[in-house]
């Protein structure tokens, strides 16, 4: 929960030697990890994206992940499910508040996996962007939280995204170009649009 003058809470918990961390994509991931590792924390990910679509996006960033985790020796847990149908089932018409469910459907898969393999903390490398709603995220984080007894662990990485940015570029890794759900897509290529317009 943001505190009353509007900003995330301060990382006040004790920091886990390990958690698991919920990865949208490699690019993300980069300065997440070294931000983890830096602080005694050893990450291990957890893929489980059901938003991101289509087929060969998903396919593309999946990969990328998997070939970033095996360069930098970070072991990497997969739920491998495509899941365009279940995403638009949860988001049941509400196109325009996706994010929330987006956010509740992969976070209670990171929570539900450490729980049933040890992990004493979960966390997630969305936490770095600065164009998704942080609040929520957190939100979602201590929800999937108290529902699996396992803690969230909040982490404010967006001041290295930058960084992260820049360093996946000078990696080669595969950069996309939206959030990941079609609606996402849409948003992004319909602004464009409308700047060139």
């Given at each position: 929960?943001?505190?009353?003058?509007?900003?995330?809470?301060?990382?006040?918990?004790?920091?886990?030697?390990?958690?698991?961390?919920?990865?949208?994509?490699?690019?993300?991931?980069?300065?997440?990890?070294?931000?983890?590792?830096?602080?005694?924390?050893?990450?291990?990910?957890?893929?489980?994206?059901?938003?991101?679509?289509?087929?060969?996006?998903?396919?593309?960033?999946?990969?990328?992940?998997?070939?970033?985790?095996?360069?930098?020796?970070?072991?990497?847990?997969?739920?491998?499910?495509?899941?365009?149908?279940?995403?638009?089932?949860?988001?049941?018409?509400?196109?325009?508040?996706?994010?929330?469910?987006?956010?509740?459907?992969?976070?209670?898969?990171?929570?539900?996996?450490?729980?049933?393999?040890?992990?004493?903390?979960?966390?997630?490398?969305?936490?770095?962007?600065?164009?998704?709603?942080?609040?929520?995220?957190?939100?979602?984080g201590e929800r999937a939280?108290?529902?699996?007894?396992?803690?969230?662990?909040?982490?404010?990485?967006?001041?290295?995204?930058?960084?992260?940015?820049?360093?996946?570029?000078?990696?080669?890794?595969?950069?996309?170009?939206?959030?990941?759900?079609?609606?996402?897509?849409?948003?992004?290529?319909?602004?464009?649009?409308?700047?060139?317009?």
């Open positions: 929960m943001e505190q009353a003058n509007g900003n995330p809470p301060r990382e006040a918990q004790p920091l886990p030697d390990r958690v698991l961390l919920h990865a949208c994509c490699a690019p993300c991931s980069i300065a997440c990890v070294d931000d983890l590792r830096e602080s005694g924390v050893e990450p291990t990910a957890f893929w489980y994206n059901p938003n991101i679509h289509p087929f060969t996006e998903y396919r593309q960033r999946r990969n990328t992940l998997r070939e970033y985790a095996a360069s930098i020796g970070m072991a990497l847990a997969e739920r491998d499910e495509y899941g365009l149908r279940a995403f638009l089932q949860e988001v049941d018409g509400a196109f325009d508040a996706r994010c929330p469910v987006c956010y509740r459907m992969r976070l209670d898969a990171a929570a539900a996996y450490a729980a049933e393999h040890g992990f004493p903390a979960f966390s997630t490398t969305l936490l770095i962007s600065p164009y998704q709603n942080h609040a929520l995220l957190i939100e979602a939280a108290s529902r699996y007894g396992v803690p969230f662990l909040y982490r404010d990485f967006r001041p290295r995204f930058r960084e992260g940015q820049d360093r996946a570029r000078e990696l080669g890794l595969y950069m996309q170009k939206y959030c990941g759900c079609i609606f996402s897509e849409e948003d992004r290529y319909r602004k464009r649009k409308k700047k060139q317009a």
